[in-house]
Structures are given as C-alpha cells and as structure tokens.
C-alpha cells in the first residue's frame, strides 16, 4: 500500500465545518460527472459491505471499554475507541479512530481481520490521538477491541514514536509487540515540509475535534483508577431506600460460594429453596438523578439492585430475565453508563 487514500479533499469534506480554501478542494471535484451505468462494483467495495452487514448487530450495545464508538455530533468524521472510564469528570478517555488506514503512521494501529466484526468505518486507530468524551458524544458501536489488542494501543501510544524506520507515506508493515504479539502499523512522519500527506490529515483531524469541541487527552497518560465519587454518601442513601426490597436476595448473594457469584448470566440462591437464574450488569447512574427516578426505572424494567456502591460508584442490577439487554443510557432512563 503505497497511495494515500482517500484524499485529503475527501478527508476535509467530513469535518462539521469543512474548509472553504479552493486549493484544497478544486482539484479534486472538478470535472463532468462519470457515468458509472455498466460498471461493475468493485470487489475491495463488495468486502466493505459485507464488513459493515456483519458488524450491524453491534450498533445497540451498551457503552463500554474496548468498544468503538461513532462521534454522534457528527458521524462522517469519525469515532472513538473507549479505554478507560473518568469517573472524576464523568467521561471517557479513548484515542480518535477513522476509516482511513493508508494514513497510519507509527503510533496508528491498522484494524484487522482479527478484530471482526468491524464496521470498515472503523479502519485507523490514532494512538497519538487520545480524547476524552462525554456518554452523549457516543453513537452506534462500530466494533469491539480484546484486551490484548487495547494494550497494543496503549503500547503504540507510549512506544510508537520510538519507531526508528524511514518515513514512507501509505506503507503499512508489522511492529513487534512485547511477548509474541504484533500490530499493523505505518512509518514515522516525514520532517521534511510538504512531503508527508499524513501531516496534513492529522492537521485536518484536530481541526475537527477542534470544532466538535472535543477534548485531546494527555498523550500517554496512565491508565485512570477508580475514584470514590463525591456523591457516594448520595447514593448510598439512594441504594438503602431502593434496595429494601431485595435484602433477602442480596444476602444470600454475599454468601454463594464464589464459583456462583459471577457476573452476566448468573445462578444464585434466593431466601426460598430454589435456584433462580438471572442476569448481574453494573452500572453508573446520573449524577442528578433521583431517586423517585432511578427506583420507577428499576421497576419498569424489573431489575433489582444487588451490590454497591463500589469503589467507581456503580452498582450491580440483577434481572430474573436471562435475555434481559439494558437500553443504553439516555432520555427517559437514569443510566450515565453501562459497565464500567
């Protein structure tokens, strides 16, 4: 791979306010209009399809780390792979992800077939991007990281800029990774003024978050730890009043033994003599919410609160319903975040 595609026309276009400049743009978009009757589509085309049917399903998943998320202020521009959850000023800290592969440069990490299924929206992580973003800054889920492959990104931030290979636009090769691992991942930029294309579209990319009023983390930053909220002593007095009803459940969950004390699709012993099967999801409510709120929630969506608060001020909600899938957080629920 050796072409840097699309073009930085193409690239400018997606910004919420894209530039007016001719020099930019012109080139690009002038000419008749092709006629495109009988021509075949092509196969690189076809696979981008294919990819985007298979990762569909994801669109609906709750937020969580390891997922890439688009940027619903604005979804042509991109989206954000989510790394760590800020509980301190209730956002997420991640790293600024576009389709754009042949842009990868040292501290970009190609996504793989390794990472299907993944919507091709998904195509670039900018490791030397980090971003923190709002739960209302998230739209439809594009993909899912493993864990290995988040401390790839977590390695390429910190590391990639050691890369000492020659600066070559748009080639795309391996970097071995501590262990046996490996990424995908292009080439140092070029100093040399005007001869790298990637300067320019990192130029452009911050222009855009500029505009979306995201904010840049700080590049290399170690990961966040949880943080006792500062309304904990609230939520504790919340939980009491909601909980009441289920401290006969919630006790006999203290005592399971722990090969039955799991989180997801859960067995557990209530006060009666049978066994009863649910599902266990923690979750972070709205700071401003109440709790009239959170416990008409709870009822609606018959789901009882187990555990917490914890450490990050979540809690553990159990629903009875093995198939129970919580809506994402938004008007007309409580929820700030999904496991967190």
Avoid at 68 to 95: N, T
Wanted: charge should be neutral; glycine fraction near 10%; aromatic fraction near 6%.
């Amino acid at each position: 791979m050796t072409a840097l595609t699309p073009t930085l026309a193409i690239v400018a276009a997606r910004l919420p306010s894209p530039p007016s400049s001719a020099q930019l743009l012109d080139g690009d978009v002038a000419g008749d209009t092709p006629d495109w009757r009988g021509i075949a589509v092509p196969e690189h085309l076809m696979q981008r399809f294919a990819r985007r049917s298979d990762a569909a399903p994801l669109a609906g998943r709750p937020i969580a780390g390891g997922q890439i998320h688009l940027l619903a202020p604005c979804p042509g521009f991109g989206a954000v792979l989510l790394d760590a959850w800020d509980s301190s000023g209730q956002r997420w800290r991640g790293w600024l992800v576009t389709p754009d592969a042949a842009y990868a440069d040292a501290c970009g990490l190609v996504v793989e077939e390794r990472d299907a299924p993944a919507d091709p929206r998904a195509g670039l992580v900018l490791c030397d991007m980090p971003v923190t973003v709002a739960v209302t800054d998230l739209g439809a889920c594009l993909g899912v990281f493993s864990q290995e492959r988040l401390q790839a990104v977590r390695w390429l931030e910190t590391h990639g800029r050691a890369n000492g290979a020659a600066a070559a636009p748009g080639v795309i090769a391996r970097v071995a990774l501590p262990g046996d691992g490996y990424a995908l991942t292009g080439t140092p930029l070029s100093s040399e003024l005007g001869k790298d294309g990637r300067v320019a579209y990192r130029q452009l990319l911050r222009q855009g978050l500029q505009q979306l009023q995201i904010a840049s983390a700080d590049a290399a930053a170690p990961q966040m730890t949880p943080i006792k909220p500062a309304n904990a002593n609230r939520w504790l007095k919340i939980v009491t009043a909601v909980a009441a009803s289920v401290m006969v459940v919630q006790s006999a969950w203290l005592f399971l033994p722990k090969d039955q004390a799991v989180v997801g699709n859960a067995e557990f012993r209530s006060g009666g003599s049978g066994v009863e099967t649910g599902v266990r999801t923690r979750v972070l409510f709205r700071a401003e919410a109440t709790e009239a709120e959170i416990r008409t929630w709870l009822r609606r969506e018959q789901l009882e609160i187990v555990a917490g608060p914890d450490t990050l001020g979540a809690f553990t909600l159990l629903s009875r319903d093995r198939q129970k899938v919580l809506p994402p957080p938004g008007p007309g629920n409580p929820l700030a975040v999904i496991n967190p």
